[in-house]
């Protein structure tokens, strides 16, 4: 299959281009990045490196392509927590001492304590994000209300097909969007500041990391019991045909009431959070199927009784057919 190639983003917002090894090299040097090339007899990569970005106070937002096969590894000295989102072709990120293949529906997040490996086949055309441990920090210890304790480590792999991944990417592509037509103009600081706020929040309250169950536990606190009640309801019968009665019923909340606490909580409305929790449910329930199972069964007892229409909104969120994500449970399984 042909590579697929994208036009460069950003490119009035431009950082740094070069197509000299050396010159490359150099500069991502002294950004504390340690940048290679295959050495190919005869026939010099096409390098064709081209950084893209602004800074915001407490965070960068850009783009970056090396137009060529390229090995890049973060030095010690950097302190930031990187999000990485692949544009076209797949990408290889070492976190750690977890290997993690990535496309356009799969990305990254790096913590310090790990480093971060990048290994590209083709391009390497990416979005990325980068904030700084002091400004997380100073989020978390907000969130938690206390310093904490330990450094703030994200799990590593983000999926942007449902959830919270693909809240974030969507917003990610808007504010690269927005910034392309602003012709180069920055944002103004309460922008700026939303933005930030936005994708800080987003991985500390949604990502899974190292304080989630503390994140959780002080969240949960806040959240109105009866609101709580609702929640459990929901989750308790996710199979079954319940209606917003139901659950007014079962919390002991009236019906405006609900709705308003849905908008203020979870930003939708009862039964958009219940038909997504149902979605979540079956994808995993999917990729974890015995070999016996098969998608209409599953799908049923997920509440989808009609497999038609469940499958035209799966492949909606998810990017691929329930079949799909069927016939790849086995070689999931085999690789672990």
């Known amino acids: ?37 295959p050495r190919l007899p005869g026939c010099p990569p096409p390098l ?26 973060t030095g010690p000295a950097r302190d930031d927590y990187w999000l990485q989102l692949p544009i076209a072709e797949p990408i290889e990120f070492t976190v750690g001492r977890q290997v993690i293949a990535c496309e356009s529906g799969r990305a990254v997040v790096s913590s310090p304590p790990h480093g971060l490996l990048i290994r590209t086949k083709g391009s390497g055309a990416r979005l990325n994000i980068s904030l700084t441990a002091a400004t997380l920090n100073r989020q978390l210890t907000g969130l938690l209300g206390a310093t904490p304790s330990q450094p703030l480590e994200f799990a590593p792999l983000l999926d942007l097909s449902i959830g919270h991944g693909r809240s974030l990417a969507q917003h990610v592509r808007l504010a690269v969007a927005a910034l392309e037509r602003a012709g180069g103009l920055p944002w103004d600081e309460i922008t700026a500041g939303l933005f930030e706020q936005f994708v800080m929040h987003r991985l500390l309250l949604s990502h899974p990391n190292n304080f989630s169950e503390r994140l959780r536990a002080r969240d949960r606190s806040l959240i109105p019991r009866d609101l709580r009640r609702a ?28 709705f308003q606490y849905f908008r203020d909580f979870h930003r939708t409305s009862p039964m958009r959070y219940l038909r997504e929790a149902r979605f979540a449910g079956v994808h995993e329930a999917l990729r974890k199927a015995e070999p016996d199972q098969g998608v209409a069964g599953i799908a049923i007892g997920w509440g989808f009784p009609h497999p038609g229409r469940f499958a035209v909104e799966y492949r909606k969120r998810f990017g691929q057919s329930p079949s799909d994500t069927l016939r790849r449970r086995p070689r999931a399984i085999a690789s672990n």
């Not at 197509?19 to 504390?32: H, I, N, S, V």
């Not at 459990?232 to 919390?251: C, G, K, R, W, Y």
């Open 48 to 73: 064709d490196l081209r950084i893209n970005g602004i800074y915001l106070p407490g965070m960068y937002i850009g783009y970056i392509q090396y137009g060529a096969p390229a090995e890049v590894r």
């Open 231 to 258: 929640l459990e309801f929901m989750h308790a019968n996710l199979a079954a045909p319940i209606t917003v009665v139901d659950i007014a019923e079962a919390s002991g909340i009236a019906g405006r009431t609900l």
């Open 1 to 37: 299959m042909a590579e697929a190639r994208s036009r460069p983003l950003l490119e009035r917002q431009r950082i740094f281009a070069s197509r000299d090894p050396d010159e490359a090299g150099a500069f991502l040097r002294g950004k504390e990045f340690r940048f290679a090339l």
